[in-house]
Nanobody, 124 residues
């Protein structure tokens, strides 16, 4: 089992930045690629970004490619999501997730473990 805990969410004005963190614990040696998703009220959970175990490979949704950056520090068992130029439509609960097999994933069903989420609210 892998436990994931997100942090770093909060209230920010449009145009501002936030950095989310996701700390992994438990059987982290079995953790492979990790990703970030978000879910706004009444909407489906959508993929944002993924990063390989080594950090050499990343993959982004087109909607955030130029504004968000995913990174990881395996020594700290932590994955980050740097979010810049935030917009009110970025308001959502943000979740990190971990795969249990090789390869980047961009769909929820490809991820085995999930955090509890952290809320990001962007005011206009």
């Amino acid at each position: 089992q892998v436990q994931l805990v997100e942090s770093g969410g909060g209230l920010v004005q449009a145009g501002g930045s936030l950095r989310l963190s996701c700390a992994a614990s438990g059987r982290t040696s079995s953790s492979y690629a990790m990703g970030w998703f978000r879910q706004a009220p009444g909407k489906e959970r959508i993929f944002l970004a993924a990063i390989s175990w080594s950090g050499d490979s990343t993959y982004y949704a087109d909607s955030v490619r130029c504004r968000f950056t995913i990174s990881r520090d395996n020594a700290k068992n932590t994955v980050y999501l740097q979010m810049n130029s935030l917009k009110p439509e970025d308001t959502a609960a943000y979740y990190c997730a971990s795969r249990s097999t090789y390869g980047l994933g961009h769909s929820s069903y490809q991820y085995a473990y999930w955090g509890q989420g952290t809320q990001v609210t962007v005011s206009s």
